[in-house]
């Protein structure tokens, strides 16, 4: 699944901040990667270039149980940004224009019978990036 614009159809751009936000895929495994319009992985200092199911920090819900479960992992936020971000901060360097790609590794079978209503996370334009 590739997404080229936010949730209100304005393309990405590393002019605003973003935060995706929604369920974890139904997928054994899953990742997020962010490209430049040449579809070239974003240049940035901080050499990360996406988040997957194992990478990304979750929201810990039962402070007595400090190793969060991989199935209890339901929903996540990653922010999308020029600037850095507390966590899960994905850098859009200087991206006139870029594209988030989610790939979802095995599937469960209702990705497949209904891929054009899978649940994806929604990218929300926050604010103008500070440069």
Do not use: C
Request: hydrophobic fraction near 30%; proline fraction near 10%; aromatic fraction near 12%.
């Amino acid at each position: 699944f590739v997404a080229s614009e936010d949730s209100d159809g304005q393309p990405l751009s590393a002019e605003y901040d973003y935060l995706l936000e929604g369920p974890a895929p139904d997928a054994r495994y899953w990742s997020y990667t962010l490209y430049g319009a040449d579809y070239f992985l974003v240049k940035n200092d901080a050499g990360r270039y996406g988040f997957n199911l194992d990478n990304i920090a979750y929201e810990q819900t039962d402070p007595d149980n400090p190793e969060m479960p991989r199935n209890d992992r339901k929903n996540h936020q990653i922010y999308i940004s020029s600037t850095p971000k507390e966590k899960n901060w994905l850098p859009a360097g200087d991206e006139k224009q870029f594209h988030l790609t989610l790939r979802m590794y095995n599937p469960s079978p209702a990705v497949y019978e209904h891929l054009g209503t899978v649940p994806l996370p929604i990218i929300r334009r926050l604010k103008p990036a500070e440069h």
